[in-house]
């Protein structure tokens, strides 16, 4: 029981130090090229910052109350 004790805490101290200084590139290399019609080089918040294309934005429109539905002069039957 004590040994597992022991692991977890090594396991948790282990976890908690983590690097804290800025990302920069591995040495050697550069930062990516801007893209084209760019106005400067993305700087690595930039490139880690998400777009909204890869995390969009939610629209949670709760109904408020019971609404009939609007026709829909789309929703026609199977031909046939």
């Given at each position: 029981?004590?040994?597992?004790?022991?692991?977890g805490a090594?396991?948790?101290?282990?976890?908690?130090?983590?690097?804290?200084?800025?990302?920069?590139?591995?040495?050697?290399?550069?930062?990516?090229?801007?893209?084209?019609?760019?106005?400067?080089?993305?700087?690595?918040?930039?490139?880690?910052?998400?777009?909204?294309?890869?995390?969009?934005?939610?629209?949670?429109?709760?109904?408020?109350?019971?609404?009939?539905?609007?026709?829909?002069?789309f929703?026609?039957?199977?031909?046939?």
């Amino acid at each position: 029981m004590r040994q597992a004790i022991l692991i977890g805490a090594a396991a948790l101290l282990l976890a908690a130090c983590g690097g804290r200084e800025p990302l920069q590139p591995a040495q050697g290399e550069g930062m990516p090229v801007a893209p084209a019609m760019a106005q400067n080089e993305p700087t690595t918040d930039d490139l880690l910052e998400p777009t909204t294309q890869q995390r969009p934005e939610r629209v949670d429109e709760l109904l408020r109350r019971s609404q009939e539905r609007e026709d829909d002069p789309f929703d026609l039957p199977p031909p046939g």
